[in-house]
């Protein structure tokens, strides 16, 4: 072998050597590399498996249902108003009303002043104090019951708006509403909504059927949040929350409901309206959800918009009789004196009313309206209201242990009590027919047991009813539970002498009570009290 082969054979070799130590390097860079990574991911989640997202399964859908179903009726309302000047939050919706606890001491309640909570407006409320020509706003809810674009909401949702506009899910147009009519001591109104067409009206159900422990749906928009959907249970019935009221007999539910939720659908599990949301029962500042919220019975619902939609009001018969609340202890210990187990004492007549007309007195106990027992005040409120004004009604009473039968002409509710049950039109036709000023005030007349019901020991005068907000008597300090005795320096015996002195004022003209408060701490001592003021335009 030549040296040229030698040389040759040694470079092959030489080259060889290089590229196999180069290919164990990259070999060994290669495994060392993988092992690393391999440990840093081992570092991370050891033995770990990636998350698999399941094909879509139906579940259940009842709810989800309900909500398609009914949520082209739910609407949201949305008021404008122009403040009063002196405007401030109003626990009891947009007019707030001061209601005393009957012969009770109107001292500390334990801080439950704000319990009935309604659910009128937005947190701006009525406006600033400081700014009283800025436009106020608030929301509210609606549920359309008439393709006619009629629509059920609540009273105080819609009550003295300069303009009403409504919008309904997936539609961003607002339509222009009117108000049909309203309901005061339901706390109802029916609404119609102009320019809109295909509307599609809820299934109305039957609230009678509604049974403690049911499914209940709520539908509205809380905090304007449009086209909320809660869900709970019917909790109670015929929960009565305030005592003043006797047509507020609702349907108690735990689904959440807040401010602005008011005159939105309650539903039950086949997706039918059984009541249309009205109050909240709530201590806290919010006046937020707490589980317990309540609801017009449908059924009652219907009878007061099948009276708007006919007549534009709402007429109810009535005897013309006050009395004492069944569930009450006073109640008991008087049908207990006059030997009855059940039945309603008779605590006043109305003079010249029905009852009075037909010989029913003070301190008759109703037994029975035309054969029918009537066990409590909820019976006798119940068939006198719905019996049309003009009917007869054959009325047994106990007195002095002997049952004597009376009949009696229905006559019509607001006329026989005008303070209380007259309409918010008629009230306001009143007043401009009799006077140019509003004292903003609701009196009742006093007979003599009344008087000595409440301690009174002197003769004459008016029981203030409630005070409005932001009125002329909440001005010049007058409160729920005063009994007035002179106005203006002339006695008063009625609340016909009050409407007549009234009558005669004019803005700007001086005004002077005399009146009995009771005081606190003073085992219900009345003591004389006197409030004064000046009649401001505009009121």
Same mark, same amino acid.
């Given at each position: 072998?030549?040296?040229?082969? !030698?040389?040759r054979?040694?470079?092959?070799?030489?080259?060889?050597?290089?590229?196999?130590?180069?290919?164990?390097?990259?070999?060994?860079?290669?495994?060392?590399?993988?092992?690393?990574?391999?440990?840093?991911?081992?570092?991370?989640?050891?033995?770990?498996?990636?998350?698999?997202?399941?094909?879509?399964?139906?579940?259940?859908?009842?709810?989800?249902q309900?909500?398609?179903?009914?949520?082209?009726?739910?609407?949201?309302?949305?008021?404008?108003?122009?403040?009063?000047?002196? +405007?401030r939050?109003? %626990?009891?919706?947009?007019?707030?009303?001061?209601?005393?606890?009957?012969?009770?001491?109107?001292?500390?309640?334990?801080?439950?002043?704000?319990?009935?909570?309604?659910?009128?407006?937005?947190?701006?409320?009525?406006?600033?104090?400081d700014?009283?020509?800025?436009?106020?706003?608030?929301?509210?809810?609606?549920?359309?019951?008439?393709?006619?674009?009629?629509?059920?909401?609540?009273?105080?949702?819609?009550?003295?708006? &300069?303009?009403?506009?409504?919008?309904?899910?997936?539609?961003?147009?607002?339509?222009?509403?009117?108000?049909?009519?309203?309901?005061? %001591?339901?706390?109802?109104?029916?609404?119609?909504?102009e320019?809109?067409? *295909?509307?599609?009206?809820?299934?109305?159900? *039957?609230?009678?059927?509604?049974?403690?422990?049911?499914w209940?749906?709520?539908?509205?928009?809380?905090?304007?949040?449009?086209?909320?959907?809660?869900?709970?249970?019917?909790? =109670?019935?015929?929960?009565?929350?305030?005592?003043?009221?006797?047509?507020?007999?609702?349907?108690?539910?735990?689904?959440?409901?807040?401010?602005?939720?008011?005159?939105?659908?309650?539903?039950?599990?086949?997706?039918?309206?059984?009541?249309?949301?009205?109050?909240?029962?709530?201590?806290?500042?919010?006046?937020?959800?707490?589980?317990?919220?309540? =609801?017009?019975?449908?059924?009652?619902?219907?009878?007061?918009? *099948?009276?708007?939609?006919?007549?534009?009001?709402?007429?109810?018969?009535?005897?013309?009789? #006050?009395?004492?609340?069944?569930?009450?202890?006073?109640?008991?210990?008087?049908?207990?004196?006059?030997g =009855?187990?059940?039945?309603?004492?008779?605590?006043?007549?109305? #003079?010249?009313?029905?009852?009075?007309?037909?010989?029913?007195?003070?301190?008759?106990?109703i037994?029975?309206? *035309?054969?029918?027992?009537?066990?409590?005040?909820? &019976?006798?409120?119940?068939?006198?209201?719905?019996?049309?004004?003009?009917?007869?009604?054959?009325?047994?009473?106990?007195?002095?242990h002997k049952?004597?039968?009376?009949?009696?002409?229905?006559?019509?509710?607001?006329?026989?009590? %005008?303070?209380?049950?007259? #309409?918010?039109?008629?009230?306001?036709?009143?007043?401009?027919?009799?006077?140019?000023?509003?004292?903003?005030?609701?009196?009742?007349?006093?007979?003599?047991?009344?008087?000595?019901?409440?301690?009174?020991?002197?003769?004459?005068?008016? !029981?203030?009813?409630?005070v409005?907000?932001?009125?002329?008597?909440?001005?010049?300090?007058?409160?729920?539970?005063?009994?007035l005795?002179?106005?203006?320096?002339?006695?008063?015996?009625?609340?016909?002498?009050?409407?007549?002195v009234?009558?005669?004022?004019?803005?700007?003209?001086?005004?002077?009570?005399?009146?009995?408060?009771?005081?606190?701490?003073?085992?219900?001592?009345?003591? %004389?009290?006197? +409030?004064?003021?000046?009649?401001?335009?505009?009121?």
């Open positions: 072998m030549s040296i040229f082969d !030698r040389l054979t040694q470079k092959f070799l030489s080259f060889t050597l290089v590229l196999f130590t180069l290919s164990i390097g990259i070999v060994i860079g290669t495994l060392i590399n993988s092992g690393v990574k391999a440990a840093k991911d081992s570092q991370v989640a050891p033995g770990a498996t990636p998350l698999v997202i399941p094909n879509p399964v139906e579940l259940s859908n009842t709810f989800s309900i909500a398609k179903q009914v949520e082209p009726s739910v609407v949201n309302i949305s008021t404008t108003y122009l403040p009063k000047a002196t +405007a939050p109003t %626990p009891r919706g947009g007019k707030r009303q001061v209601m005393p606890p009957d012969d009770q001491d109107q001292g500390d309640n334990g801080g439950m002043d704000d319990f009935f909570q309604r659910f009128f407006g937005s947190p701006f409320g009525n406006g600033a104090p700014m009283p020509q800025r436009r106020g706003y608030a929301l509210g809810s609606g549920v359309v019951v008439d393709q006619a674009g009629y629509i059920l909401t609540n009273n105080h949702v819609v009550d003295k708006a &300069d303009r009403i506009q409504v919008k309904f899910t997936g539609d961003p147009t607002e339509y222009d509403a009117k108000v049909v009519g309203v309901d005061a %001591p339901t706390d109802l109104a029916v609404i119609r909504v320019g809109k067409k *295909n509307l599609v009206a809820a299934k109305i159900g *039957n609230s009678d059927a509604v049974q403690v422990g049911d209940a749906i709520a539908i509205g928009s809380p905090f304007g949040l449009q086209a909320t959907v809660t869900a709970g249970i019917i909790s =109670a019935k015929e929960r009565d929350v305030d005592p003043e009221s006797q047509f507020q007999h609702f349907l108690q539910t735990d689904a959440a409901i807040n401010p602005g939720n008011s005159g939105g659908p309650l539903l039950n599990i086949r997706g039918e309206v059984i009541g249309i949301n009205t109050a909240i029962a709530t201590t806290s500042a919010s006046r937020g959800y707490q589980g317990v919220g309540f =609801a017009m019975p449908m059924n009652m619902a219907a009878q007061v918009y *099948n009276q708007i939609i006919k007549n534009g009001k709402v007429t109810r018969g009535g005897i013309g009789v #006050s009395f004492v609340p069944s569930d009450t202890d006073k109640a008991r210990a008087l049908l207990k004196e006059a =009855a187990t059940e039945g309603v004492f008779v605590e006043a007549v109305t #003079s010249g009313g029905a009852s009075d007309k037909a010989g029913i007195k003070d301190g008759d106990i037994v029975a309206l *035309n054969g029918k027992p009537v066990r409590n005040g909820s &019976d006798l409120v119940d068939t006198v209201t719905t019996t049309p004004v003009g009917t007869s009604l054959d009325i047994a009473v106990l007195r002095d049952r004597q039968n009376f009949r009696v002409v229905v006559g019509d509710l607001a006329q026989l009590f %005008p303070e209380r049950f007259g #309409s918010g039109n008629e009230q306001e036709s009143n007043k401009a027919e009799g006077s140019a000023v509003s004292l903003g005030m609701r009196l009742e007349n006093l007979t003599d047991q009344r008087r000595e019901g409440l301690g009174l020991k002197e003769k004459g005068g008016v !029981r203030v009813y409630s409005e907000t932001d009125s002329f008597a909440e001005d010049i300090g007058l409160q729920a539970g005063d009994v005795t002179s106005f203006n320096h002339q006695a008063i015996n009625s609340v016909d002498d009050v409407t007549r009234r009558d005669t004022l004019k803005p700007g003209d001086p005004v002077t009570f005399r009146m009995l408060r009771k005081a606190r701490g003073t085992n219900g001592e009345w003591t %004389p009290a006197f +409030a004064a003021g000046t009649l401001p335009n505009g009121r």
